[in-house]
């Protein structure tokens, strides 16, 4: 009797034995792609490689439209019922690390030594989030109008001043050929307006936040580089540079291909269809206006939800994800910037003397974060709404002030966000 | 004197008409835009819209928008699942709704009109503002399955479906048509020994049919057509999202605003549809809610 239950127990356990070595614990994971048929087939290339490459985990993704990703995630942060892994915009990151959402990143940064900077997201000197690419932003213009305007072409060593890029605005209005000289995309009023615009301010010695001690805007969106920032930027409406918030989307798709603006202050995201129509189309760096010359920088990345069970799983597939071959299979894919030199070598556009290639540096040497603290998603908003009012004829100071009181108010009521004031 | 009255009525007609086409134009542009929309690459639609070309099916028209719209999204999936929370839940509320007001009406029980007076406070509360403690009240809850009991219940029909089913609006529509049906029919019926459940389903429901129409007319396009915030944080399957929710699968960095209006002239089919077979009723019972209010 012993012996047949001591058989029936080996039996039982041999045929259990090739499932077990197999079994590969579940890593669930939320990605913002929905509805990219690109983005979805690449990222699931990935996890379908990374689950045939071990045995230790598998990955399940769920996708999501971009346009509701965060409330989706905001929402199951507190339903308790987060993924292992999620995909985080890089300047909301601080958010989600201060708000308990998102746990360290544990993985061997030397693989990201050489990956661009607005592609690493820090938060309290800890890494929290690592991306595959970045994007940028460029002035397009037609080589054609440089010469026609009779323009000097810039570069990234020698970019164009403030005042050289304001007479070129002048210049390409006062020719009579074009119904704006600037197109801003200003019918986009969510986060481009503090990626795309906020280098303007800083260029001028301004911020969103002072950056020092993240405790208040006082004096960096409301002191002298500031409100030099907003009666310029106000100006731009006034003298009919740019068409202001009634812009449509019509207007910051086609205006430019079509002719209807010299400039297009734009990101690559849009370059790879700008080339299919523009032969000429050239990507300028930004003006310097006279405290260095910025873009903003930090994309989607990959980090670890607070709650995982199993952090070490979710940063084995991170760290699988990030091999060359993929950020290059990304740009190819979808235009953006691969995050190491080496993977941008691999593309088509990013490559030495590919069409994008001049993305790269301006990523590389222009970028810098938006404000990384927790308050920034409220300061986004507010600066939205400052710079479309402004843009709309607000008075410029009375704006900013306004803007630095809620801002400040804000982070009062967040006791500081967890800045060490 | 006869010629020129007659050519006055004539001439008053012909403006009515025209003001009736203008209004009837004004209304239908969306539509019309909509759907010729889908029609054209999104590099020809965008450049239509600054003429009338915008409402015309000119240039070059095709139906690839709507492939490549069910490529991007699982449609068929959305709109299956769409109509079916509405049909469940529109069915369940003007079953419980009209029990509710029947209750309100013609019951006498103690609270009775505080309880209304409760529910139809209701009204003035915004969505946004109960959204966050009902996630974690619907996140929590118990529910017994084929499996036994399981605790939560996101990533399900039912969450979409059992917190709308109730709502004061729908139970004051009903109130107030119950109160003007003849009591005597009601006494009437009692005095013949009818018990409060026959009063309702032989008496009450049959002569309900405008309130009935103008309830589920209300409740299905709200249901249809504004479910949004709700299941954005209660569904997060792929399996179980409506339309409304699926609409941001169209809206990339590169907006394909072709396949955009392909989606919407999609989305927009069961509803006329639903209008269409109804379009009676939905008449009778607007005029007759009209006479009544």
């Known amino acids: 009797m012993r012996k047949t239950s001591l058989f029936a127990a080996a039996l039982l356990a041999s045929a ?5 070595a197999h079994a590969q614990t579940e890593l669930s994971m939320w990605y913002h792609g929905a509805g990219n048929e690109v ?8 996890v379908s490689d990374f689950n045939e490459s071990q045995s230790d985990w598998k990955v399940v993704i769920e996708s999501f439209p971009q346009s509701s990703y ?4 905001v929402a199951a942060a507190l339903a308790g019922n987060l993924p292992d892994i999620i995909d985080v915009d890089g300047p909301v990151m601080p958010n989600w690390a201060w708000s308990g959402y998102m746990q360290p990143l544990s993985i061997d940064e030397s693989i990201i030594e050489n990956f661009l900077p607005g592609t690493k997201g820090y938060w309290n000197d800890e890494l929290y989030s690592i991306g595959l690419w970045d994007a940028a932003v460029a002035l397009y213009a037609r080589a054609s109008t440089l010469d026609e305007l009779g323009l000097r072409r810039p570069t990234l060593e020698e970019p164009w001043t403030g005042e050289e890029f304001t007479a070129a605005l002048k210049a390409a209005k006062d020719s009579g050929n074009y119904k704006f000289a600037l197109d801003l995309g200003m019918n986009d009023q969510g986060e481009w307006y503090p990626y795309a615009f906020a280098p303007f301010l800083w260029s001028r010695g301004g911020g969103i936040v002072n950056r020092d001690t993240y405790q208040t805007a006082e004096g960096v969106l409301n002191g002298d580089a500031a409100i030099e920032f907003g009666e310029w930027w106000q100006s731009l409406f006034e003298e009919g540079y740019a068409p202001g918030t009634s812009e449509t989307p019509s207007d910051q798709e086609r205006g430019f291909i079509e002719g209807d603006f010299a400039f297009q202050w734009n990101g690559n995201w849009r370059a790879v269809a700008t080339l299919e129509e523009v032969d000429d189309v050239v990507f300028l760096p930004a003006p310097d206006f006279g405290e260095g010359n910025y873009i903003g920088g930090g994309s989607w990345q990959f980090g670890i939800s607070a709650s995982s069970e199993n952090p070490e799983g979710a940063a084995a597939f991170i760290e699988f994800a990030l091999q060359d071959k993929y950020l290059a299979a990304f ?18 556009n ?7 290639e001049a993305f790269f540096a301006l990523s590389e040497q222009q970028a810098q974060l938006r404000p990384v603290t927790p308050g920034y998603v409220v300061q986004s908003k507010v600066f939205t709404k400052a710079l479309a009012d402004i843009a709309n004829g607000a008075d410029v100071g009375d704006t900013l002030d306004a803007a630095v009181d809620e801002i400040d108010a804000d982070i009062k009521r967040n006791q500081g966000y967890g800045h060490e004031g | 004197m006869a010629t020129i009255s007659r050519d006055n009525r004539g001439l008053r007609l012909a403006v009515r008409y025209l003001v009736l086409v203008l209004v009837a134009l004004v209304f239908a542009f969306p539509l019309v835009f909509m759907i010729v929309s889908s029609l054209k690459p999104t590099a020809q639609l965008l450049s239509d819209t600054s003429s009338l070309r915008a409402f015309l099916p000119v240039g070059d028209i095709s139906l690839s928008n709507y492939t490549a719209a069910f490529q991007r999204a699982p449609i068929g999936r959305f709109v299956l699942n769409s109509v079916f929370v509405t049909v469940v839940t529109v069915t369940a509320s003007l079953f419980l709704c009209s029990l509710a007001a029947f209750s309100f009406t013609y019951l006498k029980w103690r609270g009775n009109g505080l309880l209304l007076s409760i529910a139809l406070a209701t009204l003035i509360v915004p969505f946004e503002t109960i959204a966050i403690p009902l996630l974690l009240f619907v996140s929590r809850l118990p529910w017994l ?8 219940w996101l990533n399900t029909y039912r969450v979409q479906i059992i917190p709308w089913i109730a709502d004061a609006l729908t139970i004051f529509l009903f109130v107030q048509y119950f109160k003007d049906l003849p009591r005597e029919l009601i006494e009437a019926a009692r005095a013949e020994g009818a018990s409060w459940w026959q009063i309702y389903r032989r008496v009450v429901m049959p002569l309900s049919g405008p309130v009935l129409a103008t309830a589920a007319i209300l409740k299905s396009l709200k249901m249809y057509n504004e479910q949004y915030l709700w299941p954005l944080i209660v569904v997060q399957d792929e399996a179980h999202r409506p339309i409304m929710v699926g609409l941001g699968y169209f809206f990339q960095l590169n907006v394909a605003w072709g396949e955009v209006m392909a989606y919407l002239s999609v989305i927009t089919l069961p509803v006329l549809a ?6 009676r009723a939905f008449i009778a019972s607007i005029a007759s809610t009209g006479v009544k209010g």
Do not use: C, H, R, W
């Open chain 1, 16 to 20: 259990a034995l090739p499932y077990a």
């Open chain 1, 39 to 46: 983005e979805s087939k690449l990222i699931n290339q990935i």
């Open chain 1, 70 to 73: 965060n409330d989706s995630v």
């Open chain 1, 331 to 348: 740009s190819d894919a979808i235009g953006l910037i691969p995050s190491t030199p080496s993977a941008a070598a691999m593309t088509e």
């Open chain 1, 350 to 356: 990013y490559a030495g003397g590919g069409p994008l």
């Open chain 2, 145 to 152: 399955g084929l499996d036994g009991i399981e605790y939560g």
């Open chain 2, 274 to 279: 639903f209008y269409l077979v109804l379009q």
